[in-house]
């Protein structure tokens, strides 16, 4: 059973807020630490022979925890990048149009409007209100937003300050019906609610291991459908790109986007153990726990407050 001697938090706190930042359990950040001296044991032998297929061993494990091809899955820093990197590589010009909600984190909204000066495209703001909509609603009002300029869709699939869950194969299978890109901010994901990618059928789909799914900071992936995978640009172009290409994993998608130039991927690497701790403490079910304790503690304020939450 996980306790709070699994981490290495502040004894005088009691630490709600993975969502923010998750707390990273002390046997993955002793991984991580391993890593580090592995790294500078032989730096050489480690960047030319063991990264590359480190690397691939933990887009294999994230790949079989959220029913996902390891090849379309590239490991990135964090949201805010993968938002960037799509942004990029989206084939955007002056008069298409971009629908956001009015739910998205506010650093992927900078990307967009940087982005937007960049491109000249427009964005949308679909407003929705809360609590959300039943499914059939919330499909409806995207539709009243859409028209034939309408490029791409980006949404949260849970809403960073509102913890609202929106129907991300829903609204995917909309979005492909209209011939929309659909991007899925799935930030707070991983971890925290069952995922699986084939369900949802995303144009993009990218998520944080290091919030539910406990993993050291600066670990994330970005999912991209296969046929969409050669028009990924990466924000840093080096030596996995081109003719001189070296680090090659047998995939462009992957080598364009997972070599930064010489770096520490360390956080990278921790992920079968992040999962291995996931799955040892059956997080999943120890979720479902804390949310019962939310409900509970919701209908007992209530009764103190007198108001109705529920
Ligand atoms: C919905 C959502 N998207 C994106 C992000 C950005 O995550 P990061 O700071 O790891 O890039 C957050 C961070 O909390 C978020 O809540």
Redesign the pocket.
């Given at each position: 059973m996980i306790n709070r001697d699994d981490f290495l938090l502040n004894k005088d706190i009691y630490f709600f807020n993975n969502?923010?930042f998750g707390a990273c359990p002390k046997t993955v950040f002793n991984k991580y630490h391993e890593w580090q001296r592995v790294i500078e044991y032989q730096p050489v032998e480690f960047f030319q022979e063991t990264l590359i297929p480190e690397l691939k061993r933990s887009r294999q494990s994230i790949g079989n925890f959220i029913n996902a091809h390891c090849d379309s899955l590239t490991l990135t820093r964090?949201?805010?990048?993968a938002t960037n990197t799509v942004i990029r590589s989206l084939d955007l010009e002056e008069g298409d149009e971009v629908l956001v909600t009015n739910h998205e984190?506010g650093?992927?909204i900078n990307a967009w409007e940087f982005w937007q000066k960049e491109k000249g495209f427009k964005i949308k703001v679909i407003d929705i209100e809360l609590p959300l909509p039943e499914t059939s609603d919330i499909i409806r009002k995207i539709r009243s937003y859409i028209n034939p300029e309408t490029k791409v869709i980006f949404f949260?699939h849970i809403?960073?300050s509102t913890a609202q869950l929106f129907p991300a194969r829903e609204i995917c299978k909309f979005a492909r019906e209209n011939n929309i890109i659909s991007i899925v901010?799935g930030?707070?994901t991983i971890g925290q609610c069952p995922l699986n990618i084939m369900e949802i059928a995303p144009d993009f789909y990218f998520s944080?291991i290091?919030k539910w799914l406990f993993a050291p900071k600066g670990t994330?992936f970005l999912y991209t459908r296969k046929k969409l995978q050669s028009m990924v640009k990466p924000l840093i172009t080096g030596w996995g790109w081109g003719l001189n290409r070296e680090l090659q994993s047998g995939s462009d998608y992957i080598d364009t986007n997972q070599v930064y130039g010489t770096s520490d991927l360390s956080s990278f690497l921790t992920i079968p153990d992040s999962i291995n701790f996931y799955n040892k403490n059956n997080v999943a079910d120890l979720k479902k726990k804390c949310n019962a304790l939310v409900k509970y503690f919701i209908r007992e304020a209530d009764k103190i407050t007198k108001k109705k939450s529920l």
């Open positions: 969502g923010s964090n949201a805010t990048y984190y650093a992927c949260s809403t960073s901010d930030a707070h944080n290091h994330a």
